[in-house]
């Protein structure tokens, strides 16, 4: 209990500590007084832009993404007892892809209404992928194939899209590389509590939770109606997945790897675990990110392949040491 | 133990040859017709008339383009494509004992992919100046090799990471499944930083087009061919004791190790060849060996030489009907692919238990 | 439009391209040669689209009719064959890759088309071999005079960005790019600087943070064409802007992409003086379609 007390410190404080460094860093650099500045309201109006409106949203975003990611990653890996089982297991991701890229290269929508349809596709295809892995009952290798087939199915036809958008597919693969370049208060206006209300929920019911990670004779034995509490576990990570691409577009690896690493900080039963790992998670995004920015100045280097490139090997080598 | 499909005891070849006389015949005349079919039909309307006037020589200029350097060599190609990826595919679901195994899942996909990506937008820094014509003509000339290069070096990538001569089905498909996404994510992200000007030209390679293939891809292609079919019937007796659990195979004493690695090898090449030519289809490695395998449930022999029929005949069909779908638009042979394959698979999952 | 006359010219791959008998038959392959041939007097016979949802409108009624066989990088060989070309008039970069099978159907012209020097050539090039080499020079010397008299009326002073893209972040065009060209002749400065890399075409330009816009700070914006609202508009510094405070962003026309041809040239650079600089240039009269407007 003492040591779980002492990472979620060093975590936060950690997570604090980059938080204010990424405040400070960008195309015009700023120093702490500047900042002490700021907060007093005397910093020039450039300055209070750049932090009040660009930074400090998109670093709550990514906040938010890395949590969100991370939980959701969490609980389909306990729910359907897969160790390599990612948010987009159930097509949530290809889903809200396919629906962007379809809006965008046929009928040139808004940009304002993108995040919304991109939510509706994802939570779309997240149900697809439960109608068609339904059989009496929810197993999780169906879910598995079903979300495969769904995937599969999703980005043949946006293959297809993006080959007769011309002009619009190096947006929309700016896009589907995912990141947070120029996201602003209006996703997190747009995606919050879609975020925050199911992860909140989830860490609620931990102890159900906890009794999902167990066999399900086990579970059962205990009081536990397994199918219908492991659909709505399906389900909170499907809207949070939902809510993260559709102002991030598809970030890899995050929701894959990061349940890995609190596992070994800290045990899956415990009643904390499932807010360790969100906490985890945005910490982990907000360094990824702030390398997304930094890596290869003044252009920015999509959030997907810094993840991919963080989070892949380590997962490499994961499985070379056999997982458990 | 032995399961009751698997035959150690081959009967005798002539036998298993006198029944195959007849399925043979069958898929022989269904690839000619399919041929014939590929031939006839497209964007540009040829009648019979003018075809049978190209054999006797009586028609120029036109209808010779269109069918001895159009689609002649595309319909040629589709075939010999489906079946690289319909043989690699069934090797690879032997082999890791799971059904969903194809040539995706080795990173070869992906792994060719990156490479190509690479390659095109390193020639189009050539493409500038006069001089510089030769360098860039001859990157794009050798996308195929250098692709093939690509996917070959992922599945070695992959073997070594998992474990080499110790590796198990399950590890070698999980690296590969991580590999291939880590690659998929950096082929997207190159893309988006620099790939604002020459998306149009690579989106039609990574959706696995047969557009502007002709005979120089088919030059490239056929020595794998022929090399992988005659693997192929090296590997029959093999692959059929691969099927079974490891400590089985070791009691019979086949070399496990050097076979599932010359087995790997067949797969591997014979895939990143094939995705070289043409870009990553998917789901012909994974739908193809299913059919077969239904087709013919307990015979490794049979099961493969109706990967090779029914890999090419679907290919073929395929690439026709995105010829002729949305003229003058092509849907890409890889698109068309997924469109079928994927309700099958929809339909494998309805009926298992 | 019978102009029998064998040519030989060397194309921008350095290949070497010999029309025994004149071009006759022409297919275009990119706007450029639409906008090329209509601008000397011909009509090709086949023409591609740049994605097929979208036609060169500023081309206006004249390509009605005309076939369109397939989008620029994915040319419909089948229906190329069927039309007997004498000669393909193609875009480089999206057509190399199938040049032997271009060059197995007829004489086929790669050219380069992002720089004013590729458009100055090119257009040169392309009416030698279509027998109207002194009504190309004739072109070529025209805009020639009007950038020259432009430059010298154009007051400067003005920054200008040229924002592609619709996403969150704007794709903005290096100094070599022809319509950020222009800029320099209406002694504008472009934002979008230098390429690091000037000897090469490629990249266009690069991914411009909202941090960098904003301290950049451009007096005029131009966006270009998109059928929606953008993503990078929607954020709030958008507003911070100076160019949008002062009203000065504008949507431009498809055209602006494809700048190369005489006549697309000639429109950006009318339109782009009046929008620098209101009161020295007066507004082309363009149609409804193809004019730039006020963004909001």
């Known amino acids: 209990m003492l040591l779980s007390l002492r990472y979620c410190l060093l975590i936060v404080a950690l997570l604090v500590l980059l938080f204010v460094a990424a405040l400070l860093v960008g195309h015009q650099t700023l120093t702490v007084p500047d900042l002490w500045l700021l907060v007093q309201g005397q910093a020039t109006p450039l300055q209070k832009i750049v932090v009040w409106e660009l930074r400090i949203p998109r670093n709550l975003l990514a906040l938010l993404v890395g949590a969100a990611l991370a939980t959701a990653g969490a609980i389909m890996q306990g729910v359907t007892r897969n160790p390599l089982a990612s948010p987009g297991l159930t097509g949530v991701v290809a889903g809200a892809s396919f629906v962007i890229v379809l809006l965008v290269s046929v009928w040139s929508v808004d940009a304002h209404w993108l995040p919304a349809a991109g939510f509706v596709g994802g939570i779309g295809a997240g149900c697809l992928t439960f109608y068609l892995a339904w059989q009496g009952r929810l197993l999780p290798l169906r879910i598995v194939l079903a979300g495969v087939a769904v995937t599969a199915l999703c980005a043949a036809i946006s293959t297809a899209l993006l080959l007769f958008s011309g002009a619009e597919a190096g947006d929309l693969f700016f896009w589907l590389a995912g990141g947070l370049s120029g996201r602003g208060w209006l996703q997190v206006e747009q995606s919050w509590y879609w975020i925050v209300f199911p992860m909140l929920l989830s860490f609620a019911l931990v102890q159900r939770f906890n009794l999902l990670l167990l066999d399900d004779d086990i579970a059962r034995s205990l009081g536990l109606a397994v199918g219908r509490w492991r659909l709505l576990f399906l389900l909170l990570a499907v809207l949070m997945t939902a809510a993260v691409v559709s102002v991030a577009g598809p970030v890899g690896f995050v929701g894959l790897v990061i349940p890995h690493i609190s596992k070994r900080l800290l045990s899956q039963q415990h009643p904390f675990w499932l807010p360790f790992t969100a906490l985890l998670g945005a910490l982990i995004l907000l360094c990824a990110d702030l390398l997304a920015r930094l890596s290869a100045f003044p252009q920015e280097i999509p959030l997907g392949v810094i993840t991919a490139l963080l989070g892949g090997p380590w997962l490499l080598l994961l499985i070379r040491r056999g997982l458990n | ?353 | ?296």
């Open chain 3, 1 to 296: 439009m019978a102009t029998v006359q064998a040519a030989t010219i060397t194309d921008d791959r350095g290949v070497a391209v010999t029309l025994p008998e004149g071009a006759n038959r022409v297919v275009a392959i990119s706007t450029f040669g639409s906008d090329l041939m209509l601008a000397l007097g011909l009509k090709p016979l086949a023409v591609t689209s740049f994605g097929p949802f979208s036609r060169p409108d500023f081309l206006g009624p004249e390509l009605v009719g005309v076939p369109v066989i397939g989008s620029r990088a994915q040319v419909n060989m089948e229906l190329l064959s069927e039309i007997e070309p004498d000669l393909i008039l193609a875009i480089r970069r999206y057509t190399e890759k199938n040049a032997s099978q271009f060059e197995s159907i007829a004489p086929y012209m790669a050219l380069d088309l992002v720089t004013l020097a590729d458009s100055l050539r090119g257009v040169q090039l392309s009416g030698d071999i279509l027998g109207k080499s002194a009504e190309a020079t004739a072109l070529n010397k025209q805009f020639q005079q009007q950038l020259a008299e432009f430059k010298q009326r154009a007051p400067g002073g003005v920054s200008a960005a040229l924002l592609v893209t619709s996403s969150e972040t704007p794709f903005i065009y290096h100094d070599h790019f022809i319509s950020a060209d222009l800029l320099g002749y209406l002694n504008a400065e472009n934002i979008g600087g230098a390429s690091a890399t000037p000897e090469q075409a490629l990249p266009l330009g690069y991914r411009m943070g909202l941090e960098e816009l904003l301290e950049q700070d451009p007096d005029v914006i131009f966006l270009f064409a998109s059928n929606k609202k953008r993503a990078f508009t929607l954020n709030p510094i958008w507003p911070y802007l100076r160019a949008v405070r002062n009203g000065r962003v504008y949507e431009v026309g498809h055209h602006w992409k494809e700048a190369a041809g005489p006549q697309a040239r000639a429109l950006i650079l009318q339109e782009m003086a009046h929008r620098l600089y209101p009161n020295q240039f007066a507004l082309p009269a363009l149609s409804a379609q193809i004019q730039s407007r006020p963004y909001r």
């Open chain 2, 1 to 353: 133990m032995p399961g009751p499909g698997i035959v150690l005891n081959e009967a005798p070849w002539y036998r298993s040859l006198s029944c195959l006389v007849g399925p043979v015949l069958l898929f022989l005349m269904l690839l000619l017709g399919c041929l014939l079919l590929s031939i006839t039909l497209g964007a540009s309307e040829l009648s019979w008339q003018q075809i049978v006037n190209l054999f006797t020589a009586q028609e120029s200029g036109h209808v010779e383009r269109v069918v001895w350097q159009l689609r002649l060599p595309r319909a040629l190609l589709a075939a010999m494509v489906g079946i690289h990826f319909a043989l690699a595919g069934f090797i690879l679901q032997t082999l890791t004992r799971n059904p969903l195994a194809d040539a995706g899942i080795l990173g070869i996909s992906a792994g060719a992919s990156f490479t190509a990506v690479l390659a095109i937008l390193g020639a189009s820094l050539f493409v500038s100046g006069l001089e510089s014509h030769r360098q860039s003509q001859m990157i794009l000339g050798y996308l195929p090799l250098l692709a093939m290069a690509g996917g070959v070096t992922a599945a070695g990538l992959i073997y070594w990471l998992s474990g080499a001569a110790r590796l198990t089905p399950l590890r070698l498909i999980l690296t590969g499944v991580v590999l291939a996404t880590i690659l998929n994510a950096l082929v997207t992200g190159v893309l988006a930083l620099w790939g604002h000007s020459q998306t149009e030209m690579i989106v039609e390679w990574l959706a696995g087009s047969l557009h502007g293939r002709d005979w120089q891809h088919l030059a490239v292609l056929w020595p794998w061919t022929l090399s992988g079919l005659t693997a192929c019937i090296l590997l029959q007796r093999p692959l059929n004791l691969l099927r079974l659990e490891d400590d089985q195979v070791l009691s019979i004493g086949l070399n496990l190790r050097l076979w599932r690695l010359f087995a790997l090898i067949v797969a591997t090449l014979l895939a990143a060849s094939a995705v070289g030519v043409v870009g990553p289809i998917g789901f012909m490695g994974l739908v193809v060996p299913h059919i077969c395998r239904r087709l013919s449930p307990h015979d490794v022999q049979q099961q493969m030489l109706l990967c090779v029929a029914v890999g090419a005949l679907l290919m073929m069909l395929a690439d026709l009907l995105g010829r002729i779908i949305i003229v003058p638009y092509e849907l890409p042979v890889g698109v068309v692919c997924a469109m079928i394959g994927v309700p099958f698979f929809l339909y494998l999952l309805r009926r298992q238990p």
